[in-house]
């Protein structure tokens, strides 16, 4: 390309081809014009030969056959392809002279320059016809005419002086109306023939030019050259690839349309790969037949006054063209961002620009992000290229939201890796998956387990690993921390480096020397971590970098030639962002840090009495002691905040070293900072209480509302807010503003509900990324129960959690407690205590509540989640409700129940086991509920319960087996169940329990004839603990020997003994036969015992529930009882009549009502019904009750004590049994019916008691 270049500037015949015939005679000049070796001359250099010599620089020779030559006589050119000719082919101007002077060279054959006049029509004369050529360039050539040159002048390509790209070629044969020096055929003519449009494309792609002349492959490689210096030689080894990130990345670049997408955000925390992906990325563009121009950008590289990423590109490119105009023409070449972003678009390759870090821009520009990213949307826009921002979650969250949603690229909300915060669309980018981190172990050499946790899985904790290990001739043995790693590869750079400083001593520096040299190499890598906690944000200075490591004495060199720091911008920063986090945190004032991004926010007025330096607060650093007779030196003040409002806050992509800090701070420190960092975030409020009402205190602003940060312990000093009187306001300067950036341009600084809105973000940020990368969170456990309280609390004070409105608390939300490192058990009490946050069913994303993490929990882990989850049942905290929904409401115990039941199917085992050690009614109800469910895994439960040693196991053993008798259907489980019942009889402690056991067995056909006696005799005998309800069962199969025992006990039964047990289990009989049998029974025990008309009542209800079907049962067993009992029992009886029932009883409950009231008058019987209409009003339709309470009134009327008990009972029932009275009133509206029936007095009575 040089020699090329060198010919454009008329310097050099290298790239010129000689047309001859088969005599050799001379017939023109040509000159390749891409590298597959198309040359192009004047049609008239070929015009009627069959065949060509070519004699190139060198001697070379190519003989040309006719099929070779494509002839455009209607362009007056010809195009030959030639083969073997090493000649470099020269750019093709895409439009006319870029010269101010439209000055050209050219070769007539000797050096000729002159300029291009206009354009013309002319003629030109083949051998076969006259061609009529429009739009021709006319030349005016210095000393020279076309018409008195050599032959071998035709087809010469002229070149342009500025740009050194072919305009056209030299044609003799032309002809014009007027006189003129000479003239040259254009190689962009109008009509251009695919042959010729097809070269000048490829010629476009392949022949760099620069400058008004710029071509694809000119933006290629500058484009290649910033990329180039950008990423240096190349990685340590060959990283393990990730194919979702290199697919996603391929895919947006690749991305061509109006509709795609212009901006993706490669996110992830620092060591997490992002560099690494984006060189793989600029690799594969590179690549291939069809390279795209992609140009890569750091952050330091960006300048405060930029408008938006053009600027920045349009440096880079200037910096590229000086690169490659010194190793060609050897000045200065041009090329905008425009151009090249139009010539990308053009060939269908849009511009990649690859900005990297941007989290190191100019604190000013960060602060004007909103400008920026307005700047360079409008311009990725027009001129349709691409952006990828590699950078942290931080500068992410808050430059993705100022971008334009439609030009980012990703889905519509991305959250952290599993799961987390809500970033905007971005392509987040984490530790490497098991597989990639088995394969990266083991192309690093690092052997499995050599790292714990997720550092196993952490690129660059793997890459420094592998750098010690290889640096050590036995691998050193143990597991250590990324920490460790870090300070390991520290020392190991810093030894590096005393070895290069002492190598070039002289003498030459060896021994205990090496390791003093590398010991002052390391106190000056770490005061340089101190001064990047400075003004710079993590950059050092090129003056404290000089002061630090001097150049004349090799020690500059010897740190960048190790790599420890590298150039940034007008700095130097740490080569690896996550090691200078740490490196820095270890200099970190974290107090006084803590306390300028958060506390003095919200602190008393008293405490901002004094200005702060805008800068991370620095320990202070270590001096040499001050040798005898010398002073000691004075420390350096830092640059602190000036008066007038120009201070920025500390950007909070920063908070990498505050994060860093408090994981390295001792654990009772820790949680000290974390507790106050959680209670700032409800600062409005007093800590949270259950009832005490809350009020936000009136704060007020801060003094300085310029500067976020305090002063070093060394340098506590204030700045005075008001100049004393007489003297001028001290002059600071302009606060670290770099030169150009007038007053009018800078960003104004927040006010201070923005402060307080930042030290919000830094308090919820700091709080949430140390509790999420504390290795186990337990040791917090105390901040992290008062954080959820107060989430809970300010959550049921908004109607549910959302991450909006809540200010900091929004932040921690149920993605934060699902990644927390905590045991299942803690967790799931933080979740507990957070359920009652949830909003009302259907107000959000089921999967984005605390209970879908709680199931999470069960589904996952339920060994340990269900234990912890039974322990909920005691919590009667209300769930939140949608609006307008009345009755009870749900709470966290009920929400518990039903979180174990939905998902019983994980564990069922370790659920009943769990239940029966909560022993609470809660379990209990749970427990019968799984009987009908899973009545299998009851009965391995109850085998297990009674072969267990502990008595409280047996008495469920008992109370469940007898239940899930009534519902087992397979073998496997009734031999269960027996084996159960066998254990429970062969155990003499558990004699209260035998009674259980034989009903087990007596509801099993396989024992039924083998302990059904000893049951029927214990039940005679008045056992309470043998149930009914299996010898009921048993009627099928021995129906006289259990009715005989049914009637022996009711005869024999004790006036206080509760027989509802056995009147149950005769009312379950079914069968027809049997039924009326068991009716007789209780129609024989009423007539020998009246006062167990309870009893039969319970038997009648129950019978009435079981439908139409009993009709032909329960008819005239009501009948004979109605019609041979007293009045006290019949009016329990017919109270049973007149309950509501189901809608299954109700019909049957009427007919048998309207009969008994045909024949019934007595006054105690009708009381007796009008006490159970008012009782089941609220359940009974309002219709059938008007029309019972109106027939009472009418029976009682008959007579005047009748009609006086009718009005004192309703008035009490009215009093007693409110929705009664609202009926009551409601009815007396009808005069017309109610007047007869209802006295004066008790209207009055009833009115008044409304």
């Not at 947006?252 to 793989?280: C, H, K, N, Q």
């Not at 599993?418 to 970033?423: E, K, N, P, R, T």
């Not at 009435?1104 to 041979?1124: C, N, S, W």
Request: hydrophobic share 45%; with cysteine; aromatic share 4%.
């Amino acid at each position: 390309m040089a020699a090329a270049r060198g010919a454009a500037d008329g310097g050099s015949d290298d790239v010129f081809v000689r047309v001859c015939d088969l005599a050799g005679r001379p017939r023109g000049t040509g000159f390749l014009a891409d590298r597959d070796g198309t040359m192009v001359t004047s049609h008239e250099a070929v015009d009627g030969l069959a065949r060509l010599v070519l004699h190139a620089p060198g001697g070379q020779l190519c003989l040309v056959e006719a099929a070779a030559i494509t002839a455009l006589p209607e362009q007056g050119l010809a195009l030959v392809a030639t083969e073997g000719l090493t000649v470099p082919p020269l750019p093709i101007a895409p439009g006319g002279p870029a010269h101010p002077e439209r000055r050209i060279r050219v070769r007539l054959p000797q050096r000729t320059e002159g300029a291009v006049l206009g354009t013309a029509t002319v003629t030109y004369t083949a051998t076969d016809r006259f061609h009529l050529l429009e739009d021709v360039y006319e030349l005016a050539l210095d000393g020279a005419d076309l018409s008195r040159v050599p032959p071998q002048a035709s087809g010469a390509p002229v070149i342009d002086a500025a740009t050194g790209a072919v305009l056209g070629v030299v044609a003799t044969a032309l002809h014009a109306g007027h006189r003129a020096a000479g003239f040259a055929l254009p190689l962009w003519p109008a009509d251009t023939p695919p042959a010729l449009a097809e070269l000048l494309a490829r010629n476009a792609a392949t022949v760099p030019g620069y400058g008004p002349h710029l071509n694809l492959a000119g933006a290629l490689q500058l484009t290649a050259t910033s990329v180039g210096a950008a990423t240096g030689p190349g990685a340590w080894r060959d990283p393990v690839a990730r194919p979702y990130v290199a697919e996603a990345l391929r895919d947006f670049s690749a991305a061509y349309g109006d509709d795609a997408a212009m901006v993706l955000g490669l996110v992830g925390e620092p060591g997490s790969g992002r560099t690494t992906e984006l060189v793989r990325l600029a690799a594969d563009r590179a690549r291939g037949t069809l390279p795209a121009p992609t140009v890569w950008l750091r952050g330091a590289e960006l300048r405060p006054a930029d408008g938006g990423i053009k600027d920045a590109v349009e440096r880079s490119l200037r910096s590229a063209a000086r690169i490659v105009g010194a190793a060609t023409t050897g000045e200065p070449l041009y090329a905008s961002p425009d151009a090249v972003a139009g010539l990308a678009r053009a060939a269908g390759r849009p511009l990649l620009i690859l900005l990297d870090a941007p989290e190191e821009m100019p604190t000013a520009l960060a602060h004007a992000l909103p400008d920026w990213a307005a700047g360079t949307a409008g311009w990725l826009r027009a001129g349709a290229a691409r952006l990828v921002i590699a950078c942290r979650p931080e500068f992410w969250d808050q430059a993705g939201r100022l971008l334009p949603a439609w030009l980012l690229h990703g889905p519509a909300a991305v959250s952290r890796a599993d799961g987390g915060q809500a970033l905007p669309p971005c392509l987040r980018l984490g530790d490497l998956d098991a597989a990639q981190a088995a394969a990266a172990r083991e192309r690093y050499g690092v052997p499995e387990g050599a790292l714990g946790g997720a550092d196993e899985a952490h690129p660059l904790t793997l890459r420094l690993l592998s750098e010690l290990r290889a640096a050590v001739a036995e691998g050193a043995g143990g597991t250590p921390s990324r920490a460790e790693v870090f300070a390991a590869h520290l020392d190991l750079v810093c030894l590096r480096i005393a070895v290069r400083l002492a190598a070039a001593a002289d003498p030459p520096v060896r021994g205990t020397g090496v390791r003093r040299l590398a010991a002052r190499v390391a106190g000056q890598v770490h005061e340089a971590a101190r001064r990047c906690l400075g003004p710079g944000q993590g950059e050092l200075d090129r003056e404290a970098f000089e002061e630090l490591f001097p150049w004349r004495t090799g020690w500059a060199s010897a740190v960048l030639t190790e790599g420890l720091l590298v150039p940034a911008g007008a700095g130097y920063r740490f080569a690896h962002e996550e090691a200078a986090d740490w490196l820095q945190a270890v200099h970190l004032d974290l107090g006084a840090a803590l306390h300028a991004l958060v506390h003095r926010w919200f602190a008393p007025q008293a405490a901002h009495s004094a200005d702060a330096p805008v800068r991370l607060p620095a320990r202070p650093a270590a001096r040499p002691a001050a040798r005898a007779g010398q002073p000691p030196p004075v420390p350096q003040a830092p640059p602190v905040a000036p008066l007038s409002p120009r201070a920025l806050p500390v950007p909070r992509h920063r908070a990498g070293p505050v994060v860093q800090a408090l994981l390295m701070a001792p654990p009772h420190v820790l949680t000290r900072h974390l507790a106050g960092l959680a209670q700032a975030l409800d600062h409005r409020t007093p800590p949270p209480t259950r009832c005490t009402p809350r009020k936000a205190p009136a704060l007020p602003p801060p003094a300085d509302l310029d500067a976020d940060t305090v002063p070093t312990p060394r340098t506590r000093r204030g700045v005075r807010r008001d100049a004393a009187p007489g003297v001028p306001p001290q002059d600071l300067g302009d606060g670290g503003w770099p030169h150009g950036v007038s007053a009018a341009g800078r960003p104004a600084p927040p006010g201070p509900e923005e402060r307080r809105g930042d030290a919000l973000w830094w308090a919820a940020h700091l709080l949430r990324e140390v509790l999420l990368r504390l290795p186990d969170a337990a040791v917090c456990r105390g901040v992290l129960r008062d954080l959820a309280a107060r989430t809970a609390v300010r959550a049921v004070e908004r109607g549910g959690f959302t991450a909006e409105g809540m200010g900091g608390l929004g932040d921690f939300g149920p993605w934060f407690w699902r990644r927390v490192r905590l045991p299942v058990a803690e967790r799931l009490e933080l979740l507990r205590l957070l359920l009652p946050a949830d909003g009302p069913p259907g107000a959000s994303d089921r999967s984005d509540r605390f209970l879908a993490a709680v199931a999470e929990l069960l589904c996952h882990f339920p060994a340990e989640a269900v234990p912890a989850v039974c322990g909920w049942f005691d919590d009667d905290r209300p769930l939140q409700a949608p609006a307008g929904v009345a009755g009870s409401r749900l709470t966290v115990a009920s929400a518990a129940q039903a979180l174990l039941h939905t998902h019983r199917g994980q564990a069922v085992d370790d659920l009943t086991e769990a239940l029966v050690a909560a022993a609470h009614p809660g379990a209990d109800e749970l427990l019968a509920a799984l009987v009908e469910d899973e009545p299998s895994a009851v009965c391995r439960a109850v085998d297990r319960w009674a072969h267990d040693p502990r008595p409280g196991r047996h008495v469920a053993a008992a109370a469940y087996g007898s239940r899930a008798a009534l519902v087992v259907r397979s073998d496997a489980d009734r031999e269960l169940l027996r084996y159960a019942a066998l254990t429970i009889l062969a155990r003499p402690a558990d004699c209260a329990l035998h009674g259980a056991a034989l009903g087990m067995l007596v509801r099993d056909p396989a024992t039924r004839d083998r302990h059904l006696p000893v049951a029927l005799g214990r039940f005679t005998a008045g056992d309470p603990r043998v149930p009914a309800g299996p010898l009921a069962a048993a009627l099928t199969t021995h129906p006289e020997p259990v009715l005989a025992a049914f009637q022996a006990r009711l005869r024999s039964a004790d006036p206080g003994r509760d027989e509802s047990d056995l009147f149950a289990a005769m009312a379950a009989v079914t069968d027809p036969a049997l039924a009326r049998r068991t009716a007789a029974l209780v129609q024989d025990h009423l007539r020998h015992r009246p006062a167990g008309a309870a009893g039969v009542a319970r038997f009648l209800d129950l019978r009435l529930e079981q439908g139409p079907g009993v009709r032909a049962v329960v008819l005239p067993l009501t009948a004979a009882l109605l019609r041979d009992h007293p009045p006290h029992v019949r009016g329990a009886l017919l109270a049973v009549l007149a309950a509501p029932g189901s809608r299954l009883s109700r019909p049957l409950r009427q007919e048998l009502l309207d009969a008994a009231l045909e024949t019934e008058r007595d006054p105690d019987v009708l009381d007796a019904l009008l006490t159970a209409a008012a009782d089941g009003a609220r359940r009974r339709p309002p219709p059938l009750t008007h029309d019972l309470v109106r027939r009472l009134g009418l029976l009682l009327g008959r007579t005047p004590e009748g009609a006086a008990r009718f009005d004192r009972r309703i008035v009490e029932l009215a009093a007693a049994v409110p929705d009664f009275g609202h009926l009551l009133l409601r009815w007396l509206t009808d005069t017309t019916t109610w007047d007869p029936l209802v006295g004066p007095s008790a209207r009055h009575r009833l009115t008044r008691t409304s």
